[in-house]
């Protein structure tokens, strides 16, 4: 009950003051040649980024914690009881890599609440702690109340399938996006775009094909792919939920499972960062 309640309160923004990122505004730096410079990428350049198997289905997710992944919750619509895992330090679907157990799946309490992608956020407990080993990290997450100018580079990943041109079938790939003014992109997306997600525009030929990814900058995660807008839309703008947002109630879940899993189950907790 006590959850229930103060996650009622996490869904309005608890504060009307926003600091920016980048504190000035950003220069004409987007172009789809930097960063990487590829589309097709390895483990080591995105060392948290997760592939989630739901049933026959999979999405990408980000590892925030030892037992904890989030991911978007619109993955795990309409199929609720099929059985979830997560594969960490894979370069592509197929291939090696650490594989755990899911033992419950959060779905946000609002998802769904405004429009069909409201709220798409889903945090999975993992049935053990991950082995930080072959390169796997933990995503450092931004804080609350923080807000992206319009024209920041971004830089996002996800898993390719057969049909995108330019990439591996199955592999890590890497798109780099630029973050957009909200009101271009409701005039686009209508009522899909609401206090809990933002718009990034990005070159076709390098779209992602799955959702549920993360969106960082400068290694800070800022967002998870919610739409990813992979069937060629024009204009290419993909709807990204924002982690800042959503702060508050990550680190509120994350408490109660590691009290709920971890503490009482009698593990040695010393402090909240252990995990």
């Known amino acids: 009950m006590i959850l229930t309640l103060l996650s009622l309160l996490l869904y309005v923004p608890l504060s009307s003051e926003y600091r920016y990122l980048p504190e ?9 040649n930097t960063g990487h410079g590829r589309y097709t990428i390895k483990n080591e350049d995105r060392p948290y980024h997760a592939l989630v198997f739901y049933g026959t289905l999979y999405c990408s997710g980000v590892l925030i914690t030892s037992r904890s992944v989030i991911t978007a919750a619109s993955c795990f619509i309409p199929r609720l009881k099929q059985p979830c895992f997560v594969k960490l330090g894979a370069n592509f679907i197929q291939g090696k890599g650490q594989i755990l157990n899911v033992l419950e799946i959060k779905i946000h309490e609002f998802f769904g609440h405004l429009t069909e992608i ?3 956020i889903a945090m999975l407990i993992l049935e053990r702690h991950v082995d930080f080993e072959h390169g796997i990290q933990k995503a450092l997450i931004v804080e609350s109340d923080i807000a992206l100018r319009p024209g ?3 830089e996002a990943s996800g ?7 330019g990439a591996k079938p199955y592999h890590m790939i890497w798109s780099q ?3 957009i003014d909200q009101a271009k992109c409701q005039a686009i997306h209508r009522s899909l775009i609401t ?3 933002f718009c990034a525009s990005y070159v ?7 959702n549920g990814g993360p969106i960082t ?12 807008a992979h069937f060629n839309d024009t204009p290419n703008y993909a709807i990204i939920s924002n982690v800042s947002y959503f702060n508050r109630w990550i680190t509120l879940n994350t408490k109660y499972f590691i009290n709920k899993y971890c503490i009482n189950g009698h593990e040695t907790v010393e402090t909240f960062e252990d995990y």
């Open 195 to 197: 206090h809990s997600n």
């Open 159 to 165: 898993w390719a399938s057969q049909n995108i041109v």
């Open 217 to 228: 900058f400068k290694d800070l995660l800022i967002g998870i792919v919610s739409y990813a």
């Open 152 to 154: 920041t580079s971004i």
């Open 24 to 32: 000035d505004t950003p220069g004409n730096n987007f172009n789809e």
């Open 204 to 210: 076709v030929e390098r779209r992602l094909n799955d």
């Open 177 to 179: 996006m630029r973050v």
């Open 118 to 120: 409201d709220n798409d």
